[in-house]
């Protein structure tokens, strides 16, 4: 029982995380229509900046935090400038463009961070709140979970309460009849990417201090990402949300009782099986192709 | 008439020279080069059964997994059976072409990017499976002690009779699949690709075609995985990753597909060019980033446009050279 | 091999670094002769911990040789040249770094890692003759005449951790063991480890498996700690780090046990000195008083240790000093032979029956196992955190666990589906 409650509560955790990058995805593909397959990428920039300038070089944890998400917000609204938005007609042309985007981006944090294991970043906040006398949470940990609230809130009341918000969702809608509409389309797509880069290098900067980093992880993140994104719905944020809760109890239920690599197998099952019976997933809206 | 004959005859002696060209060249080689042109055959073969594939319009990104079932399977037998080459290529050819089958039904209902994410899933799918199940994949390290052939005094894990034998096989299957994309199959899948509602409304089953050139594409990567096998030695799951599979789409795209060649000189092309930046061998990655995206901006048709301006331009001049010449 | 070529080996060799050498000769010998020893090891990726810090260790070796004037083989003398290829554990590169190494330049011996890197290179070894060296025994095969494991002998020397805390904490009687699933490090030191405890007659009530690339090890720590370990074994997991941390934050006060413990002034970081003192593990920091009693063939360890940590202040790992080991036992085969030719100085080193290896005296092993006498085995030190600082404890016999209780090995590895003869 104890075991359930504390699994649950990982869970948890877990799924704020993924919500972070699964609803940057999602904002990308339904404003954009491309797949940013640089996705994980981009939470690695941000592990990888709170590495360098606050485990390497003494700056406090939060200003880093902020300049891992300027830093990553800045790489996503170039990549729309120059790579999106010329390749907007053909979205096969602008995933191929994030994939290299993922590679230049993997031998930047070679270079960055050197080779060898991965790196390490001690967490700023010690100290474990334990309740019931067995239900041990780090505050690090908590304190990912309640910035990600945060930042999720704060996201909902962008979208719905402000004019950029609607102009987006009307872009994700329908990109003509939002452009007939006076929308200015380029502008649109930059706060897009802005935002989501800016999420995804705010999860990134979050986990730093919780996981290994190496140029490598954003080969899970982007799985993960996938996983939810088509599970809770193509071009839904809300989808993506309930969808990043949802995936991550499941993937730490299974990993616990049968490991990580079998979470992570029946999670792909679970994707191409939503595809094959309802790929607009549990809230989408169908995306005319 | 003659214009006919002397055209075959130009093809048939150009064929010839490249062929003497191929027979010769190993030997001009270092040994680690000649190990380059290996591989280098092998992932023509590559190549030209993922353009069969995409012929339909469809992009998977499963292709490298098909390649490492046929290695597997490939493996697998070797080891367990003690088959000899002339058995598991074909059985590994067949077990991909098998695998493929079965993900047709849940892959094909999907079109667009759900394919390509659904691809992509069913294949990491795969791959997970090789590292979870250390019983009978090996998992991470994977597996070891492949053998090629001996036959008679010919030792094939040489790098120089190896690489005939690859060059039999590959061009073998290159010929299948030539006459394959020149048949009828061939131009009902262009159909489909273009025209699919057109092609439906005449009776053409597109998702039939859509199968078949995905099974079929994939028994000729299983037959590559094979041939890579039994040269290297040695399997493993990360052979065919992400990496391997960005590495087709960038050859292919790089190459251009709208033509057989296409994608054959895309991966010479960017082999060659792989080579002379080996020193820079740690931005490595970053540079093909760079080549994926300069491409897709600046030549979206690829190199076979630039071969085949250049073909325009040569037969331009020498037509005009011509008229000169009649006229003088 | 005689003990006066041993002695003048260690005794010029302890002239060049008590002559305080630096890392880069300053002259070489013109009239020397030059050997080539090649190092086909990852530099780059996930397995540079185990490869680089390698080359480091063979270069301030290599350096401080060349200073004192070389070595004599066989009448002359030689300056030792090292060649390293980067494969970055990718079987592919593997095998062209290796056809390289023989090939191009011309080398003599080629240390490697070990695990599927190695198994792509053994058909070239034997075809080339070419003698070459892993860290895993468990590499070695029946066909595999030119393989040898002249230092490390993992996961043999596992046994060693738990016959001590078997001894020194009677009150710990149940073990988990959590380790990566894959057949060249993770299995086999946990079949390893379960033999051991088996011996030892401590329960293991739990193995767990994970995978690569896991971004999160709390439910995985939270479902083993629910069983009440008294051990908590990491075997030879390659994260360590994430799994040390987690059992600091879910309060686990039980023993714990490792092979390897890379980085752990990281790891004492991330948690706390108190909490890391105290675990057992297999790998010394050099500048240990217990390497320099007698028994112990590498010269003046504490000045090797001084001279890498200044030149890669950060890099240090369990193999820093694992392959010059090696380097300096091809040193002495190469002198007993008479020659640097691979066959002759592996000859000459088998002929031995207690070859000396960087412990002392061993013997070769590994028939029973693999299939060929190609691994030395003797002792090997237990390592125990203090005060925040690796110390060696105690050494302890490999070979004499193996001699009583190889049939208990044996069975574990055949459960784990490893492969044995």
Not at chain 1, 172 to 186: H, W
Not at chain 2, 27 to 40: A, Y
Not at chain 2, 134 to 146: C, E, R, Y
Not at chain 3, 211 to 217: E, V, Y
Request: proline share 4%; aromatic share 12%.
């Amino acid at each position: 029982m104890e075991l359930v409650l504390l699994s649950i509560t990982n869970g948890l955790i877990q799924g704020g995380f993924f919500a972070l990058f699964a609803v940057g995805l999602v904002l990308i593909f339904g404003v954009m229509g491309v797949v940013n397959f640089a996705h994980g990428e981009l939470v690695m920039v941000g592990a990888y900046t709170i590495w360098l300038v606050h485990a390497q070089h003494g700056l406090a944890y939060i200003p880093a935090l902020i300049l891992a998400i300027l830093l990553v917000t800045i790489i996503g609204l170039l990549m729309e400038r120059f790579l999106f938005r010329p390749t907007r007609n053909d979205p096969l042309a602008g995933l191929i463009c994030s994939i290299g985007v993922l590679f230049v981006l993997q031998v930047a944090a070679t270079l960055v961070g050197g080779e060898g294991p991965s790196k390490q970043v001690p967490p700023p906040f010690h100290g474990t709140l334990v309740l019931f006398d067995f239900l041990r949470i780090p505050y690090q940990r908590l304190f990912g979970l309640g910035i990600s609230a945060l930042a999720l809130g704060a996201l909902w009341y962008f979208l719905t309460r402000t004019r950029f918000g609607w102009a987006l969702r009307a872009v994700a809608l329908d990109r003509d009849a939002a452009a007939l509409q006076g929308i200015n389309i380029n502008q649109i797509s930059m706060i897009a990417i802005g935002v989501g880069a800016a999420l995804a290098g705010l999860a990134g900067g979050l986990m730093a201090p919780l996981t290994n980093i190496n140029p490598h992880m954003g080969h899970n993140v982007i799985i993960t990402a996938f996983i939810v994104t088509i599970v809770g719905g193509v071009g839904s944020l809300s989808g993506a949300v309930y969808a990043a809760i949802i995936y991550a109890l499941f993937h730490t239920f299974i990993t616990v009782y049968f490991g990580g690599t079998v979470a992570t197998i029946c999670g792909l099952i679970l994707m191409v099986l939503v595809l094959i019976v309802r790929p607009t997933g549990i809230m989408g809206v169908r995306v005319s192709e | 008439m003659n214009r006919i004959v002397t055209g075959k005859l130009k093809k048939i002696l150009g064929g010839l020279v490249l062929l003497v060209a191929l027979l010769v060249l190993p030997h001009l080689l270092e040994f680690h080069h000649q190990d380059l042109l290996i591989f280098l055959t092998i992932n023509v073969l590559v190549v030209s059964s993922y353009r069969l594939v995409t012929l339909t319009g469809e992009w998977s990104l499963i292709h490298a997994v098909m390649m490492g079932v046929g290695g597997y399977t490939a493996t697998l037998l070797f080891k367990n059976f003690e088959l000899g080459m002339w058995f598991t290529l074909p059985l590994a050819g067949i077990v991909a072409a098998m695998v493929a089958g079965l993900l047709c039904f849940p892959l094909f209902r999907m079109t667009q990017f759900y394919f390509l994410i659904g691809s992509f899933a069913a294949g990491e799918a795969i791959r997970l499976c090789w590292i979870e199940f250390v019983n009978p994949f090996g998992g991470t390290g994977g597996l070891s002690g492949v053998e090629p052939p001996l036959i008679g005094d010919i030792d094939f894990l040489e790098p120089v009779p190896y690489f005939y034998l690859t060059l039999a096989v590959v061009s073998l299957c290159l010929l299948i699949l030539y006459r394959i994309e020149k048949s009828r199959i061939g131009l009902t899948l262009h159909s489909v690709h273009w025209k699919a509602p057109l092609a439906e409304s005449v009776g053409v089953d597109t998702w039939r075609y859509r199968a078949l050139a995905f099974i079929i594409g994939s028994f000729f990567v299983g037959i590559a995985g094979g041939l890579k096998v039994h040269y290297l030695g040695t399997i493993t799951p990360n052979q065919f990753g992400v990496g391997f599979m960005v590495f087709i789409l960038i050859w292919v795209i790089v190459g251009g597909y709208n033509r057989f060649y296409g994608p054959i000189i895309g991966v010479v092309v960017l082999t060659l060019f792989d080579e002379s930046i080996r020193s820079f061998d740690e931005i490595r990655p970053a540079i093909y980033g760079a080549v994926l995206i300069l491409s897709i901006l600046f030549l979206p048709m690829g190199l076979e446009s630039l071969a085949a301006r250049i073909r325009h331009w040569i037969g331009r001049a020498s037509a005009a050279a011509g008229s000169r010449m009649t006229d003088g | 091999m005689s003990f006066s070529r041993r002695d003048i080996l260690r005794a010029s060799i302890a002239g060049a670094f008590a002559a305080g050498a630096s890392t880069l000769p300053t002259r070489l010998l013109a009239a020397n002769k030059t050997v080539k020893i090649g190092m086909n090891i990852p530099m780059t990726g996930d397995y540079a911990p185990w490869g680089l810090p390698g080359l480091y260790g063979c270069e301030i070796v290599a350096n401080d040789i060349n200073a004192a004037g070389g070595v004599k083989i066989g009448g002359d003398s030689y300056n030792i040249e090292l060649v390293a290829y980067d494969h970055g554990y990718d079987t592919e590169k593997a095998v062209q770094g290796y056809k390289k190494l023989v090939l191009q330049d011309k080398v003599k011996m080629v240390m490697m890692l070990g695990g599927s890197t190695v198994a792509s290179v053994l058909p070239w070894a034997e075809r080339r003759k070419m003698l070459t060296t892993t860290l895993l025994p468990s590499d070695i095969t029946p066909d595999s005449n030119y393989l040898i494991a002249t230092c490390e002998s993992h996961p043999l020397y596992n046994v060693t951790g738990v016959e001590y805390l078997a001894e020194k904490f009677p009150q710990a009687k149940t073990a988990a063991i959590v380790t990566n699933n894959d057949a060249e490090y993770g299995l086999q030191s946990a079949a390893t480890y379960k033999a051991a405890f088996e011996v030892a007659g401590i329960d293991v009530i739990d193995v767990n498996l994970h995978g690569f690339d896991i971004t999160d090890f709390a439910p995985i720590v939270s479902s083993v700690l629910a069983k009440k370990p008294d051990i908590f074994c990491m075997a030879t997991s390659f994260y360590v780090t994430p799994l040390m941390e987690q059992l600091y934050h879910q309060g686990y006060k039980g023993k714990i046990i490792s092979c390897t413990l890379d980085y752990y002034d990281e790891i004492i970081a991330k948690t706390s000195r108190e909490f890391v003192d105290g675990t057992i593990f297999q790998f010394p920091d050099f500048d240990d008083p217990m390497l320099n009693q007698p028994g112990v063939n590498f010269p003046n360890p504490g000045d090797f240790d001084a001279k890498f940590r200044k030149a890669h202040p950060n890099d240090w790992s369990a193999v820093s000093w694992e392959y010059p080991a090696i380097l300096l036992n091809w040193i002495e085969g190469a002198k007993a032979a008479g020659s640097v030719e691979p066959t002759a100085v592996l000859k000459a080193l088998k002929s031995a029956k207690n070859p000396e290896f960087v412990f002392g005296e061993g013997q070769w092993w590994g028939s029973q196992l693999w299939g060929q006498d190609n691994a030395v085995v003797g002792r090997w030190p237990v390592v125990v955190v203090e005060g925040g600082k690796a110390r060696i404890k105690e050494y302890r016999s490999v070979s004499g666990w193996l001699a009583k209780n190889k049939n208990v090995l044996i069975k574990h590895m055949k459960e784990l589906g490893l492969r044995t003869v």
